[in-house]
Structure formats: structure tokens, C-alpha cells
């Protein structure tokens, strides 16, 4: 036997793997089981130095604990092993001269600063192959025997178990961690956190979900889920088993649960299997989140959209209300459309506008205009036989709405079908207002209706108040307009009498005076000759007789006269007025006048006068009746006559003064009156008819004659104007 392998030597090791296993066992930590082992290969083999080396988690065998060595070496060594990691079955290694072995020939210089002499490799091997190594070392040359390599083996097996077990320890205490922190997760997530087993049995609930739907986790666990179903989903929750019963995944399924206190609130469900150690799906679990808020969002728009689309298409109805309006104005038509687009406003499925119209018997009856149903869909006449139902569109001052007339108690006493015959829906949802003139007239009712109940809205009836309004006032419009139509007709008509009537009467005044004048000249003839034959012969009161015969037949001479040009004033057309000298006309005038003028002493002074668009004629027989009147009418003094002009806001106006008696100015405008005189014929001869002609001639130009200045015993203005002849 080699020296070395005493029975003290073998006692000695026994000793020492006895003390391996007490602080083995009572090891806390790693580094104390790689203190002891350590200490045990030291005791039990030849060995001054040892090391313990393990692989790490990046594949690098690495010194866990050694004794005596440098920083140096366990550097330089450090990932050097003689087994790649795992190995299965692997062998110790002993080398009795390191400067010796080849295989170590790169530490070779290494060692011998080291003083290692000889080297023994311990694998540490587990199930799962090598995973770390015992080092020994001697400094010098050493034969390392069979005895002292099995006792490190030995020591080796022991640590491998013990590692083996303080691992499992370890991972099984930072799995229990991890569970922990898991639950606190779930526990804490602000998404609710359900499992139940594929029965449907909850088997765990978090706080989120006891916030979410109100039951305690004592509460809901052990109970079938589906108490937390809407009646109306009660299936969708097997059905959801079903499907994670096969392995799926549902995720993101939006639906609807309810609450403890009974409210239904939107969710979003993500629901995965859950599976035992063997992948045996046993459950699920099931991620609820709230999503009523995102959901009354998701609404919101919709009904913002909704509410713009609407605004759009109601903005365009509305538009073509305006056009209706405006460009209608036959009140049938306009009531039509009216009630076409009104209808189709406020989404009826017919509307009715009823017509209030007396008729010429004093019946009211109530013509209408019908859209969205034929005529025909009304029973009978075609009218909707019972016209008593829409009463209160005509009593009412506003809108009438019901969501359902059905079960209205306002119209319980009318039956709901508005004629309608009995295999048309009843009508159920009700609109109506009366159309109101400006003059407070009912003028008729637009009425409309739904068979399905709650189709008009607050917003339809305030719609229907403007069309209402709108409505009302296009037709007050359109009679307006209807009767201003009738009223121009008849005004035209009447003309066309009173031109008629005029033109008789001016032919009845012409040839009544002129055939007047035939048998008065023969009287005037006659009495003369009378008089130059018998004169001396007749007595006194005979000569007077006589006179007044010839003074009478004079007088009524000159009333024919008159009468002829009064009635011939403007007769014969001489086509469109030329230019004329008015001076030259009135030259003419006053030449015809001299032997008046002159036995009064009369002067007449003239201003410049401008030429004008008249025909010399007429201008002459005006200038003459002015000028005589002023002759006439003169006071004490000899006439002073002045004729001038002036231009004034596109006319030229005439005026001829006096210093005659004048006139009272109450009479202003009498003396242009037919056959109107302020004085007797014995005062001042005359028929009442010169002003009236003047008159006549100037309103046949478009002028006028008016009395401008007068007063009595200070003289008379008279004027008169015509269109400005323009150059
Ligand atoms: P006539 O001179 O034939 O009576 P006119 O129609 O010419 O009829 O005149 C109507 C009346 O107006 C006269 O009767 C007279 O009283 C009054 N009148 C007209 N011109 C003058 C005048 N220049 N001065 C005063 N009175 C006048």
C-alpha cells in the first residue's frame, strides 16, 4: 500500500465526510456548502489548495469559492474545463505533473508561477449532465491515488445533491413570489379579472370586477356566470365556453352585463383558456372592460353626425321652402307644395293641409292638399271622411303633437284611422298646426302622421311653427296679390267703360251744339230782320221784346260756340306735337286782340319766351282765353298784362298776370269747372267754359293749369306747364 492509504489516513476521511454531511445539512447558503466541501477535500486528499467552479447562467465555468490562489490564475483559468457543460458520465481527471501533460501546455508558465506540481480535474454532475468541477492542487509532482480521488468524488456527489436541492428551494421560494406578484397584478388591475371553470362556475374575482358589477368576490365565486347576462344575452355565454372549451381565444367581444343594481353597462370581454400541468383546458379567464363611456362617445357621434346630416337635408328642404314661397303665387299650387315638403321635413308618411274656404252657399268646406298617400287611401269621396279629427289644427293657436294617438286621452274620442281604410296601419304618431294669417284668420291646418308611434320630435314641431308662419304668410301673399290682380283688371275695365261713355258724350255734345246752332242762327236772323223791317213800328215794349230775343239768341250763340270747342278741344289729332315759337304765337294772339286792348288802354309786356313741344293751334287758344279774361275781369286802372316764362323741374311754365278784380282763393279751383263763373252775365258775359277748355288743352300735354296768385281787387296769376322741349 502506498504510503498515504493508512487505516489513520482512511479514519481521517471518514471523519471528514461525516463533517461534511453535519454542515451540510445545516448549510444556509450556497457559499457555506462551498466552504464545507472545501474544507472536507483538504482533509481527505493530499492536497494543499482546492477550488470549486461552476458554470454559469452564460455558459463560462467560473470559481464559486477557492483556497490559496491567486487573482491571477482564476483569472487566466477561468472558463477552462476539461467536460463542455451537460456532459453526461464524465470522468475525474488527475494530472500527477503539470509541467509534464501536454494538454496543459498553454498554463504551463502559469502553473509554475502558481506552483502547482500536479492538478486534479472533480466533475459535478447532476441529471442534467456536468455543470461545475472540483480543482485540487499539490505542489508538487503527485501520484494521485484511486482512494483519495473516489473520497473527493464522494464529497462531489454530496454537494451536487445538496446544490441540487438548495436550486429547487430557491426556485420553488421565486415562483411563490412570483404567484404573489401575479395575484397582486390581477388584483390590482383596473380591468375586472374573472376565471371560472368550464362549467361556468366563477372560480376567482377581482376587485375591478366588484367595482364593476357590485358583487363582493364572496358573492359572485362559486356561482355561474351567467347571472351576470342581460336576459337577452343569456345564450352568448355558453357560447363563449364553447369556444374556449376548444382552445380559442375570444378577444375584444363587445357586449352587455348587468349590474347588482340591475343597470346594463357595455363591456369589452377578452376570455382565454386556462389549462392544468398535463394542457388540459379546466377554465377561463376573462378580462372585462368597461366600455359605456367609450360606447356613449361612440353614440354621441353618431347622433352629432346624424344631427348635421339632418341639419343638411332639413337646410336644403328648407331652401326650397324659401323658393316655393317665393316663387309660387297660386294658392293651390303653393299649398301643395307646402305640404309636400313640410311633409317630407318632418319625415310623415302622409300630410294633409286643410283649406279653410267659405263657399258661395256660406258652407264651409275644406279642399286639401294631400302628400305622401294617394287620394285614393281615403275611404269614399276620397276625402278623408272624418274632417272632425283635425278640428283642433284649426281651433289650436300652436302645435299639436302626440307620440302615439292611440293612447292619447286628448283625441280618445277619435278613433285614430283618419279614414284610412282598415287594412292601412292606424295612424299613430301625430303633428298638426294651424296656418294663421297676419289678420289672425285661420286659413287652414297642415296635418301629419305616422303609423309607427314617437316619429316627431320638439325639433319637428319647431320646424313645423316656421313652415307654419311661412306658409301663412305666402298665402296671405298670394291673395294679396290675387286680389290686387282682380282689382287692376277691374280698374282697366272701368276705364275702357268711362273712355267709351266719354267718347258718347262727346259725340252726343258735338252734335247736339252744332245742330243747336242751325235753328238759332235762323232766330238770330230772323229776329234782326224783324227789327231793321218792323222796328219803327213796334212799340216800346214791343222794341224790347225783340232785344231780348237777339241778346238771348247772342248769349246762347256763344254758349254753342263754346260747347263746339270745348268738345272739339282735343279732338282732331294733328299727330305728334311740333316745335313751337310760343312768342309768335302769342304775337299772333295779341294781334287779334288789339282793338279790345286798345279800347281799354291795355299793355300787354312780354318776357322771353322759350319754344315748346305744342301744336300752335292749342298754345294760341290758350294764351287767347287768358289774355281775354284778363281783358275782362280788369278793375278801375287799364289793364297791365305781363306773359312769362321760366323753367321749372323739367317743365316750362307760363304765367299770365293781371291787376283785374282777382279772385277769392276759395274758388280756386271751381273756375276751372265746366260751366263755372264767379259772376252774372249781366256783370261780365261769358259760358263758364274758356278755363275749362284751357284745362283740357294743357292736360292733353301732360301740363296743368292752376290759379298761382290772386287776391280780390289786387289782380290774378294764372299758370300753366308743359314738357320742357328739350334741345
Ligand atoms: P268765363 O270767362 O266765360 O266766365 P272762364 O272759364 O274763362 O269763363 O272763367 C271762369 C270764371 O273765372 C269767370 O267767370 C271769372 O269769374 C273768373 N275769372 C277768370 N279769369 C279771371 C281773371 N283774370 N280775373 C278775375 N276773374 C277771372
Redesign the pocket.
Known amino acids: 500500500m502506498a504510503p498515504g492509504f493508512s487505516r489513520e489516513l482512511e479514519l481521517q476521511r471518514l471523519r471528514a465526510l461525516y463533517g461534511l454531511l453535519s454542515s451540510l445539512q445545516r448549510a444556509k447558503s450556497l457559499e457555506e456548502v462551498y466552504e464545507s466541501a472545501m474544507t472536507s477535500l483538504l482533509a481527505s486528499t493530499a492536497a494543499d489548495r482546492a477550488a470549486v467552479l461552476t458554470f454559469d447562467e452564460d455558459g463560462v465555468m467560473r470559481f464559486q469559492a477557492w483556497r490559496g490562489l491567486s487573482d491571477e490564475y482564476r483569472a487566466a483559468v477561468t472558463g477552462h474545463t476539461p467536460w463542455p457543460q451537460g456532459t453526461v458520465g464524465a470522468e475525474t481527471l488527475a494530472i500527477a505533473d503539470s509541467s509534464g501533460d501536454a494538454s496543459l501546455a498553454p498554463y504551463h508558465a502559469l502553473l509554475a508561477r502558481e506552483k502547482i506540481g500536479s492538478l486534479a480535474f472533480v466533475p459535478l454532475e447532476l441529471d442534467q449532465g456536468v455543470f461545475g468541477k472540483f480543482m485540487l492542487y499539490q505542489r508538487d509532482p503527485h501520484q494521485w491515488a484511486k482512494e483519495e480521488l473516489e473520497a473527493a468524488e464522494l464529497i462531489g456527489g454530496h454537494v451536487a445533491l445538496v446544490l441540487q436541492r438548495q436550486r429547487a428551494d430557491l426556485a420553488r421560494e421565486s415562483s411563490e413570489q412570483h404567484l404573489q406578484r401575479l395575484a397582486a397584478v390581477v388584483e390590482n388591475s383596473y380591468d375586472a379579472i374573472v376565471t371560472k371553470d368550464l362549467r361556468g362556475v366563477i372560480t376567482s374575482w377581482n376587485r375591478a370586477a366588484e367595482e364593476l358589477l357590485g358583487y363582493t368576490a364572496a358573492e359572485a365565486i362559486g356561482k355561474p356566470i351567467a347571472f351576470l347576462a342581460p336576459e337577452d344575452r343569456a345564450n352568448e355565454m355558453q357560447a363563449i365556453l364553447e369556444r374556449v372549451g376548444r382552445g380559442e381565444r375570444v378577444h375584444h367581444f363587445e357586449t352587455q352585463r348587468k349590474t347588482k343594481a340591475g343597470r346594463i353597462i357595455d363591456v369589452s370581454l377578452s376570455v382565454s383558456p386556462i389549462r392544468d400541468r398535463s394542457g388540459r383546458i379546466v377554465g377561463a379567464s376573462k378580462i372585462m372592460r368597461d366600455i359605456t363611456e367609450r360606447k356613449r362617445a361612440e353614440e354621441e357621434r353618431r347622433l352629432l353626425l346624424q344631427r348635421e346630416q339632418d341639419a343638411r337635408a332639413t337646410a336644403e328642404l328648407l331652401n326650397q321652402v324659401g323658393l316655393t314661397l317665393l316663387t309660387e303665387h297660386d294658392v293651390d299650387w303653393l299649398v301643395r307644395g307646402i305640404t309636400d315638403i313640410a311633409t317630407a321635413l318632418v319625415g310623415a308618411e302622409f300630410g294633409v293641409f286643410f283649406h279653410n274656404r267659405v263657399e258661395e252657399k256660406g258652407e264651409s268646406r275644406r279642399p286639401y292638399a294631400l302628400s305622401g298617400r294617394s287620394r285614393g287611401t281615403f275611404s269614399g269621396s276620397g276625402i278623408p271622411n272624418n274632417t272632425e279629427i283635425f278640428e283642433p289644427a284649426f281651433r289650436s293657436e300652436g302645435v299639436l303633437r302626440s307620440d302615439d294617438l292611440t293612447k292619447d286621452p286628448r283625441y280618445g274620442h277619435n278613433p285614430p284611422d283618419f279614414g284610412i281604410p282598415a287594412d292601412h296601419p292606424p295612424v299613430r304618431s301625430y303633428l298638426a298646426a294651424p296656418v294663421i294669417s297676419r289678420s289672425r284668420e285661420i286659413l287652414g291646418g297642415l296635418v301629419f302622421g305616422h303609423s309607427e308611434a314617437g316619429k316627431f320630435s320638439e325639433h319637428h314641431e319647431v320646424l313645423l311653427r316656421g313652415i307654419a308662419a311661412q306658409a301663412a304668410i305666402a298665402i296671405d301673399n298670394a291673395k294679396l296679390l290675387e286680389q290686387a290682380e282682380w282689382a287692376q283688371g277691374e280698374l282697366k275695365r272701368s276705364n275702357q267703360e268711362l273712355r267709351r261713355t266719354n267718347e258718347d258724350l262727346e259725340v252726343f255734345a258735338y252734335s247736339a251744339s252744332h245742330d243747336l246752332q242751325e235753328p238759332l242762327r235762323t232766330i238770330i236772323l230772323s229776329s234782326e230782320l224783324l227789327q231793321r223791317a218792323c222796328g219803327d213800328r213796334l212799340t216800346e215794349d214791343g222794341t224790347r221784346y225783340l232785344e231780348g230775343i237777339v241778346h238771348g239768341s247772342r248769349t246762347m250763340n256763344q254758349l254753342i260756340a263754346d260747347l263746339l270747342a270745348y268738345t272739339t278741344a282735343t279732338r282732331s289729332e294733328e299727330g305728334p306735337p311740333p316745335v313751337t315759337d310760343s312768342a309768335a304765337v302769342l304775337g299772333e294772339v295779341l294781334q287779334n286782340l288789339k282793338s279790345s286792348m286798345e279800347s281799354c288802354e291795355a299793355v300787354v309786356t312780354v318776357a322771353e319766351l322759350p319754344p315748346v313741344s305744342m301744336h300752335p293751334v292749342r298754345l294760341a287758344q290758350i294764351f287767347q282765353?287768358l289774355i281775354g279774361?284778363?281783358l275782362?275781369?280788369r278793375g278801375q286802372d287799364p289793364p297791365r298784362i305781363h306773359v312769362s316764362a321760366r323753367e321749372e323741374d323739367g317743365w316750362t311754365v307760363f304765367s299770365v298776370q293781371?291787376n283785374?278784380?282777382?279772385?277769392e282763393t276759395e274758388y280756386a279751383s271751381q273756375?276751372f269747372g265746366l260751366f263755372?263763373?264767379?259772376?252774372s252775365r249781366h256783370q261780365?258775359p261769358?259760358?263758364?267754359?274758356?278755363?275749362?277748355i284751357c284745362q283740357r288743352l294743357v292736360e292733353h300735354y301732360g301740363g296743368r293749369i292752376w290759379l298761382d296768385q290772386s287776391a280780390l281787387g289786387a289782380g290774378?296769376t294764372f299758370c300753366f306747364s308743359v314738357p320742357l322741349q328739350r334741345a
Open positions: 282765353n279774361n284778363a275782362k275781369y293781371d283785374g278784380i282777382g279772385i273756375i263755372k263763373r264767379l259772376h261780365y261769358g259760358s263758364g267754359l274758356g278755363l275749362a290774378s
